[in-house]
């Protein structure tokens, strides 16, 4: 079978850089083409010492190569026009940026249905984070008060993250209302933002990568379900499974959980 061609959107970036070490390692995937807003040269050189088209220009990149599916990790402000773009040209679509506003997400699933493409939407392709949300939502069932620390690198651009609104709202559905918020006659002086009844509270520090933990509450008793990265890589697996799946399938899976038969 002939490999995937991919083009990486956002390829200077840190987890572009990384999504095109994993698709040139891997026989089933093939780089054809790289996209960033900042270039320095028209070709990028691979590991191997081969070289690739680079351009600031997707519309030339996607018209030249031909990809089956384009890779996206760039900025929230650009993913719009690469969906029209995809849906126009037919192109499949693996979305991992993050920040994406609720009614976006419903235009892309929409744009995917309409043109007969497949989009895959992740806020966080590491399986091990996809697995704390799956367990989070499992306790949540049982157990009326939680609160969600997420800590990043501090050069994250938006906070609270993605997958602490995608965990708290993904938590409160599984239970079928908000959680308890703890009752105070003060109002507090310094608390995160309350999504569903959880407080969210963001770290952001040099040294750190990506970590999350979901912290229950319930008399005389605590639960905790932490994940942590600890290194760029984790991502990846996730995103080969999805560049594999979104050709195979029309319309939005929107979550790993749902790509993995985990949602719902
Ligand atoms: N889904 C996940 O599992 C996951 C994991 C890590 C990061 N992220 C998200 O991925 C995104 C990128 O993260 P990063 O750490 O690689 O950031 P980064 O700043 O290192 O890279 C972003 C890249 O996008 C480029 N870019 C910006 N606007 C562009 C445009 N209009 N067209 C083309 N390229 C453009 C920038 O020049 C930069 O090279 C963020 O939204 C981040 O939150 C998602």
Do not use: W
């Amino acid at each position: 079978m002939e490999p995937i061609k991919v083009v990486v959107h956002g390829a200077a970036g840190k987890m572009g850089q990384e999504v095109i070490r994993a698709v040139c390692a891997d026989p089933e995937t093939k780089l054809v083409g790289a996209v960033d807003a900042k270039t320095s040269g028209d070709t990028l050189t691979l590991a191997d010492g081969s070289k690739t088209l680079f351009s600031t220009d997707l519309v030339q990149v996607v018209s030249q190569t031909k990809p089956d599916v384009i890779v996206d990790f760039s900025t929230a402000k650009a993913v719009m026009p690469l969906v029209h773009l995809a849906a126009e040209k037919k192109v499949n679509l693996v979305i991992g940026t993050t920040g994406l506003p609720a009614d976006q997400v419903k235009e892309i699933e929409q744009e995917a249905t309409a043109n007969k493409i497949g989009i895959v939407i992740a806020s966080n392709f590491a399986l091990g984070a996809v697995l704390m949300m799956y367990l989070a939502k499992t306790a949540a069932k049982y157990l009326d008060y939680a609160e969600i620390i997420e800590l990043h690198h501090d050069k994250k651009t938006d906070a609270p993250s993605g997958t602490a609104l995608t965990t708290a709202r993904g938590m409160a559905a599984a239970r079928g209302k908000p959680f308890v918020q703890p009752a105070s006659k003060e109002k507090y002086e310094s608390r995160g933002q309350v999504v569903e009844g959880i407080t969210l509270h963001s770290v952001r520090l040099p040294g750190l990568l990506a970590h999350q933990e979901v912290l229950f509450g319930a008399a005389g008793q605590t639960l905790s379900i932490r994940h942590d990265t600890i290194s760029r890589e984790c991502y990846m697996p996730g995103v080969l499974m999805a560049i594999k799946e979104v050709t195979r399938r029309k319309g939005l899976i929107n979550g790993l959980d749902n790509l993995l038969g985990l949602g719902k």
